[in-house]
């Protein structure tokens, strides 16, 4: 009889121990009985017999996981501390019937991609560093710089990830990199159908797909021969998860370059500080366009002001088209009473509800929560109920209603839910079938909008005063991104409402001076000078979660590298009926925060290294 540790996928709990009667090569995939219940675990180490009485495993699969994705797994799972289980369960397993079936052959491609000078000196020195940044202004030429690059990592044998925000993932950059590389492309995301993610997979079993494009789940892919990942949009929020494990695939990607001895290459046209500062970095200016833009300021609350209306029916009459940017999705982000103040909140979570006029509803963003839109409030039965911020929804609405004759339409993660539905938007706004578009962060993502002379953008003083570190990061580069979408056919406009004009007047162009004047107001404070952790805790019996928190926050005071800058209920007290507290930590390494929470952690507490999320 054979005995082996298995780490249960998707599972908190450590190694358990099973018998085999036929050995197991380690990284196998198998199945288990556990609590009656049937699971999936990955073979970690051979042992000697146990003391104690153990299950035989139920079956041994065809699937195995490869000795460097265990490393991986190993330092997600000590980095950010959680089960070996749940950072295996992040991962895709090899086939082992594909499994040296077909060696990677190089491939070289009649180049149609013809860099200019300066785009051929960033990339002699993206190759010449392990990881580098390349900081290239919107429609600077960043696209054609990677797909070089891939050119180069194809015809040496070895395969490519394109790591790019969900968002980006949109349907001109699948033709751009098909036109090119043709049927070695495999794009791959949570909209593929079952069938298509079949197909996805056998070609990257087999090695057909030489570059797989991707959000972060395409980091976890079982690629042969890797040679090159390239995180595009690096500094975008959606590469960090929000759920257990809370890794940033920026940082994975980083880390991988280490372990498969390959170059990473990071690009933006607005990267973080944190990048900025750590890797030697490659500065490309100006863009393909030689359209001009200009930029309005409006001291106004998000609103659709006289002076707005008046550019959007300006636009409209030349016959040329409109893209409007709010940072929230929905209607309104809350419904108020003008009598009494009270803001209709969900019932399992310390939030406003967002109204959805579509669905005549209040939905919770954070629970998900429905209810039917009250026609009176609930403390004090007045019918004044009036919504405090403009959203999406109305937006449209309000400008249809003024503008009968234009085509206006919603663009964000409500009405644009798949794929088709992304390529079939874009295309009518290309095609010149709508006049304007209206949407949240989709707006800004990587979308060719060629007949765009206005961009409004709305709502910049709420991301600026978010209580984050980084809200000034975040503002600046939204309004870089969205600014970023027109002008590129003709001369644009860009109408940005703000109280906080000198900040953004500023830097709007000069966001290198923004990155050097933010160093000083970081440092001995915040990322990437200090290292930050949220240990969050969260239970329906609130004592139970608030006793578990003050438990491991005592525990902490006795590791005087470690500073406890607070701790006590997240300012979104409860969630999906649950309480939620938390502790901040901040340090000069993360080993003394590894090191401390080890020492200190309860079943209760939930580890966000270097987190983003301060709600």
């Given at each position: 009889?054979?005995?082996?540790?298995?780490?249960?996928?998707?599972?908190?709990?450590?190694?358990?121990?099973?018998?085999?009667?036929?050995?197991?090569?380690?990284?196998?995939?198998?199945?288990?009985?556990?609590?009656?219940?049937?699971?999936?675990?990955?073979?970690?180490?051979?042992?000697?017999?146990?003391?104690?009485?153990?299950?035989?495993?139920?079956?041994?699969?065809?699937?195995?996981?490869?000795?460097?994705?265990?490393?991986?797994?190993?330092?997600?799972?000590?980095?950010?501390?959680?089960?070996?289980?749940?950072?295996?369960?992040?991962?895709?397993?090899?086939?082992?019937?594909?499994?040296?079936?077909?060696?990677?052959?190089?491939?070289?491609?009649?180049?149609?991609?013809?860099?200019?000078?300066?785009?051929?000196?960033?990339?002699?020195?993206?190759?010449?560093?392990?990881?580098?940044?390349?900081?290239?202004?919107?429609?600077?030429?960043?696209?054609?710089?990677?797909?070089?690059?891939?050119?180069?990592?194809?015809?040496?044998?070895?395969?490519?990830?394109?790591?790019?925000?969900?968002?980006?993932?949109?349907?001109?950059?699948?033709?751009?990199?098909?036109?090119?590389?043709?049927?070695?492309?495999?794009?791959?995301?949570?909209?593929?159908?079952?069938?298509?993610?079949?197909?996805?997979?056998?070609?990257?079993?087999?090695?057909?797909?030489?570059?797989?494009?991707?959000?972060?789940?395409?980091?976890?892919?079982?690629?042969?021969?890797?040679?090159?990942?390239?995180?595009?949009?690096?500094?975008?929020?959606?590469?960090?998860?929000?759920?257990?494990?809370?890794?940033?695939?920026?940082?994975?990607?980083?880390?991988?370059?280490?372990?498969?001895?390959?170059?990473?290459?990071?690009?933006?046209?607005?990267?973080?500080?944190?990048?900025?500062?750590?890797?030697?970095?490659?500065?490309?200016?100006?863009?393909?366009?030689?359209?001009?833009?200009?930029?309005?300021?409006?001291?106004?609350?998000?609103?659709?002001?006289?002076?707005?209306?008046?550019?959007?029916?300006?636009?409209?009459?030349?016959?040329?088209?409109?893209?409007?940017?709010?940072?929230?999705?929905?209607?309104?982000?809350?419904?108020?009473?003008?009598?009494?103040?009270?803001?209709?909140?969900?019932?399992?979570?310390?939030?406003?509800?967002?109204?959805?006029?579509?669905?005549?509803?209040?939905?919770?963003?954070?629970?998900?929560?429905?209810?039917?839109?009250?026609?009176?409030?609930?403390?004090?039965?007045?019918?004044?109920?009036?919504?405090?911020?403009?959203?999406?929804?109305?937006?449209?609405?309000?400008?249809?209603?003024?503008?009968?004759?234009?085509?206006?339409?919603?663009?964000?993660?409500?009405?644009?839910?798949?794929?088709?539905?992304?390529?079939?938007?874009?295309?009518?706004?290309?095609?010149?079938?709508?006049?304007?578009?209206?949407?949240?962060?989709?707006?800004?993502?990587?979308?060719?909008?060629?007949?765009?002379?206005?961009?409004?953008?709305?709502?910049?003083?709420?991301?600026?005063?978010?209580?984050?570190?980084?809200?000034?990061?975040?503002?600046?580069?939204?309004?870089?991104?969205?600014?970023?979408?027109?002008?590129?056919?003709?001369?644009?406009?860009?109408?940005?409402?703000?109280?906080?004009?000198?900040?953004?007047?500023?830097?709007?162009?000069?966001?290198?001076?923004?990155?050097?004047?933010?160093k000083e107001f970081r440092k001995e404070l915040y990322p990437p000078y200090k290292k930050l952790c949220r240990i969050l805790f969260s239970d329906k019996n609130g004592l139970k979660a608030r006793e578990e928190m003050q438990k491991m926050r005592d525990g902490l005071t006795a590791f005087r590298e470690v500073e406890i800058v607070g701790a006590g209920k997240c300012a979104i007290e409860k969630v999906a009926n649950k309480y939620r507290f938390e502790i901040l930590l901040r340090s000069d390494k993360s080993?003394?925060?590894?090191?401390?929470?080890?020492?200190?952690?309860?079943?209760?507490?939930?580890?966000?290294?270097?987190?983003?999320?301060?709600?």
């Amino acid at each position: 009889m054979h005995y082996y540790n298995i780490s249960i996928l998707g599972s908190p709990l450590g190694a358990l121990t099973y018998q085999s009667k036929t050995p197991i090569q380690i990284g196998t995939k198998v199945s288990v009985k556990l609590r009656n219940r049937v699971l999936f675990g990955v073979v970690i180490l051979q042992r000697d017999k146990p003391n104690f009485k153990t299950n035989s495993l139920l079956e041994i699969t065809a699937f195995r996981y490869a000795p460097k994705q265990i490393l991986l797994a190993k330092f997600i799972s000590s980095y950010y501390i959680c089960s070996l289980g749940d950072a295996l369960n992040l991962m895709l397993a090899y086939d082992t019937s594909y499994l040296n079936s077909q060696p990677i052959s190089s491939v070289s491609y009649e180049s149609k991609i013809k860099l200019s000078s300066i785009q051929n000196s960033a990339l002699s020195f993206l190759n010449k560093y392990k990881v580098s940044l390349l900081f290239g202004d919107t429609g600077s030429g960043k696209t054609e710089i990677y797909m070089k690059d891939f050119e180069r990592t194809i015809a040496e044998g070895k395969r490519s990830i394109f790591l790019m925000p969900e968002i980006s993932l949109t349907p001109q950059m699948s033709k751009r990199l098909e036109e090119h590389f043709g049927e070695s492309v495999v794009m791959w995301h949570s909209k593929l159908t079952p069938k298509k993610k079949k197909e996805a997979l056998a070609k990257i079993y087999s090695g057909e797909a030489k570059i797989i494009a991707g959000p972060r789940s395409a980091l976890f892919l079982p690629i042969e021969d890797l040679g090159l990942i390239v995180v595009d949009e690096e500094h975008d929020d959606s590469y960090k998860s929000s759920s257990r494990p809370r890794y940033n695939a920026r940082d994975i990607a980083i880390y991988m370059g280490k372990l498969y001895d390959i170059n990473v290459v990071l690009g933006s046209a607005t990267p973080s500080l944190g990048s900025y500062v750590k890797f030697p970095h490659f500065r490309l200016k100006g863009g393909h366009f030689s359209a001009k833009k200009s930029f309005m300021y409006e001291k106004n609350v998000e609103t659709l002001s006289p002076l707005i209306l008046h550019h959007l029916e300006d636009t409209l009459v030349k016959k040329e088209q409109s893209i409007v940017f709010l940072p929230t999705r929905a209607n309104f982000k809350y419904l108020i009473c003008q009598d009494c103040g009270h803001t209709i909140k969900c019932e399992f979570c310390s939030v406003g509800m967002s109204v959805h006029q579509h669905s005549r509803a209040l939905k919770c963003h954070y629970c998900n929560f429905t209810q039917a839109i009250p026609q009176v409030c609930p403390e004090c039965h007045s019918a004044h109920l009036t919504s405090s911020r403009l959203g999406t929804a109305e937006a449209v609405q309000n400008i249809q209603e003024l503008f009968v004759n234009a085509v206006v339409e919603q663009f964000d993660r409500d009405v644009i839910t798949t794929a088709n539905k992304l390529k079939k938007a874009l295309k009518r706004f290309n095609d010149k079938k709508s006049d304007i578009l209206v949407g949240t962060q989709m707006l800004s993502k990587g979308h060719d909008y060629h007949g765009v002379t206005l961009a409004v953008v709305l709502g910049m003083d709420n991301m600026l005063n978010m209580s984050d570190y980084r809200a000034r990061e975040k503002a600046l580069s939204s309004l870089i991104q969205v600014a970023g979408r027109s002008g590129r056919a003709k001369d644009a406009q860009v109408i940005i409402q703000t109280f906080n004009e000198d900040f953004f007047k500023e830097y709007i162009e000069k966001y290198e001076e923004f990155l050097e004047s933010e160093k000083e107001f970081r440092k001995e404070l915040y990322p990437p000078y200090k290292k930050l952790c949220r240990i969050l805790f969260s239970d329906k019996n609130g004592l139970k979660a608030r006793e578990e928190m003050q438990k491991m926050r005592d525990g902490l005071t006795a590791f005087r590298e470690v500073e406890i800058v607070g701790a006590g209920k997240c300012a979104i007290e409860k969630v999906a009926n649950k309480y939620r507290f938390e502790i901040l930590l901040r340090s000069d390494k993360s080993t003394d925060i590894i090191k401390a929470i080890r020492a200190t952690k309860v079943d209760l507490a939930e580890i966000d290294m270097d987190p983003i999320e301060f709600g």
